[in-house]
């Protein structure tokens, strides 16, 4: 089946611009994770989601940095008046439950110029 | 979570075994061992994890040591593709939020 997929693979924002990044889950799956990674780093946890409730936002870094699931399924994350600190690579991942093994999206690579 | 230490990185030749260590000496009583790994431009992969006892998959194989304190990741004939960042990571049974650390960089050479 389908795995994981986010949207754009690739954004250029000006600094104080506000983005939108999309996370299509595995269907099924009702955990969802979000991870920003630097460059040369491991991903850093951001947010952590069950269906539609955010269960742990500890490691969003600012105010500037939001994370929705409305529905579920797919998800967004939203950062609002772009830093150039923000440029990373953010991850999705989506498991079955807590606890099992977590699949991967591709990344959406963010710059801020 | 309890941390982990990896080498930065190691070095193997295409069709030999590789054995990738972890240390994780304050691991306690519940924390499940997971290996991820992540090639270039790719998000990071599932590789295997364990508890207790030595566990084999189509991938890997773990094995824990007696006091759980290491462990090692075996491949057991590298390729070219197995080329990436091997992540060891503990998880407990009250979080399955992952933290990486800065892993090891597995360079194979033809």
């Known amino acids: 089946g389908a795995g994981v997929s986010q949207s754009p693979r690739y954004k250029v924002a000006k600094r104080g611009q506000d983005v939108a990044l999309r996370c299509d889950p595995i269907s099924g799956h009702v955990s969802l994770f979000w991870y920003q990674q630097a460059l040369g780093q491991g991903p850093e946890f951001l947010t952590y989601?069950?269906?539609?409730?955010?269960?742990?936002k500890s490691g969003l870094p600012s105010d500037r940095f939001f994370a929705e699931r409305p529905e579920g399924s797919v998800s967004t994350l939203k950062i609002q008046r772009t830093q150039q600190e923000d440029s990373a690579v953010y991850l999705c991942?989506?498991?079955?439950?807590?606890?099992?093994?977590?699949?991967f999206g591709p990344g959406t690579r963010l710059t801020v110029t | 979570d309890a941390k982990t230490t990896q080498p930065n990185s190691m070095e193997s030749n295409e069709e030999e075994p590789v054995h990738l260590p972890c240390n994780h000496s304050?691991?306690?009583?519940?924390?499940?061992i997971h290996w991820y790994r992540q090639l270039p431009s790719q998000g990071p992969e599932y590789v295997i994890h364990g508890l207790t006892s030595n566990v084999n998959n189509r991938m890997a194989s773990l094995a824990i040591a007696e006091d759980r304190k290491s462990s090692t990741l075996i491949l057991h004939r590298a390729t070219l593709r197995d080329a990436a960042v091997y992540y060891c990571i503990l998880i407990g049974t009250s979080g399955s939020r992952l933290t990486f650390g800065e892993g090891t960089q597995l360079t194979v050479n033809p």
């Open positions: 989601f069950q269906n539609e409730a955010q269960l742990d």
């Open positions: 304050t691991i306690s009583g519940t924390d499940y």
């Open positions: 991942a989506s498991s079955l439950a807590f606890s099992y093994e977590q699949y």
